[in-house]
């Protein structure tokens, strides 16, 4: 079986690009709602049992409607995904580091992972993405 043609290579990373963005950010949004909507819910849920005050649980919930809508425009207008990147790196890093300090409910180390993934997951799809491009444009 031979490799796919270069513009379908280009074509497939290029959905599947759009198909992870479209996730992250319904994951963000989710949070953000969760966060804004059902503050008291989402902290139980969370593993931290009562919460106070609710105003910065939603203050959380409106960051991540915020960024969630900045991952949505960066994409839709450049095809870019440096504040995901950027966002769920620094989220990583912020939450794996507090969770070596001790402080921490079940869903934090869980977020510092998967926040994790999906920047390199992000970043490793959207170079192989532009590499493939480069590659079409070249041999097209």
């Given at each position: 079986?031979?490799?796919?043609?270069?513009?379908?290579?280009?074509?497939?990373?290029?959905?599947?690009?759009?198909?992870?963005?479209?996730?992250?950010?319904?994951?963000?949004?989710?949070?953000?709602?969760?966060?804004?909507?059902?503050?008291?819910?989402?902290?139980?849920?969370?593993?931290?049992?009562?919460?106070?005050?609710?105003?910065?649980?939603?203050?959380?919930?409106?960051?991540?409607?915020?960024?969630a809508f900045g991952y949505l425009q960066e994409y839709l207008r450049h095809r870019g995904v440096t504040l995901l990147v950027a966002a769920k790196s620094a989220a990583c890093l912020f939450l794996l580091g507090v969770t070596l300090?001790?402080?921490?409910?079940?869903?934090?180390?869980?977020?510092?992972?998967?926040?994790?993934?999906?920047?390199?997951?992000?970043?490793?799809?959207?170079?192989?993405?532009?590499?493939?491009?480069?590659?079409?444009?070249?041999?097209?």
């Amino acid at each position: 079986m031979s490799a796919p043609a270069p513009e379908g290579r280009a074509a497939t990373l290029a959905a599947a690009e759009r198909l992870l963005v479209l996730l992250v950010v319904l994951h963000s949004a989710g949070i953000g709602v969760a966060l804004l909507a059902f503050p008291r819910w989402a902290a139980g849920f969370g593993g931290w049992g009562e919460a106070g005050p609710l105003f910065f649980l939603r203050q959380g919930g409106v960051f991540h409607l915020v960024v969630a809508f900045g991952y949505l425009q960066e994409y839709l207008r450049h095809r870019g995904v440096t504040l995901l990147v950027a966002a769920k790196s620094a989220a990583c890093l912020f939450l794996l580091g507090v969770t070596l300090a001790g402080e921490t409910a079940w869903s934090v180390p869980l977020s510092g992972v998967a926040d994790g993934g999906m920047a390199v997951a992000a970043l490793l799809l959207h170079r192989a993405r532009r590499r493939a491009e480069r590659l079409s444009s070249a041999t097209g």
